[in-house]
């Protein structure tokens, strides 16, 4: 919870895509009213919805066109999402 609102502090009304995960519960990853993109890990679906709910700033949402075209991924992001390369 603290670490969303925080997100919703610094980058301003957010949106926050629940993602289960299997075992390990639920992503909630935040967009930003500025593009920034955060991550939160909870235990639950269910867990992530109540997230959404308690933090001020923070409207439930999917990978619609919307959402997506208000990211802004820079390149040192892309890299890490890439990962490490086994093959140059």
């Given amino acids: ?9 610094q980058h ?3 949106k926050a895509v629940v993602e ?9 990853v935040l967009v930003g009213q500025d593009g920034a993109m955060g991550d939160v890990l909870v235990p639950s679906t269910e867990a992530a919805e109540a997230l959404i709910a308690e933090v001020t700033g923070l409207e439930a949402a999917t990978w619609d066109a ?4 208000g990211t802004k991924i ?15």
């Fill in 20 to 28: 289960p995960i299997g075992l390990a519960g639920a992503r909630v």
């Fill in 66 to 69: 919307d959402t997506v075209n």
């Fill in 1 to 9: 919870m603290k670490a969303a609102r925080g997100f919703v502090r």
């Fill in 74 to 88: 820079g390149a040192a992001h892309r890299r890490k999402m890439a990962g490490r390369r086994l093959f140059s």
């Fill in 12 to 14: 301003g009304p957010s």
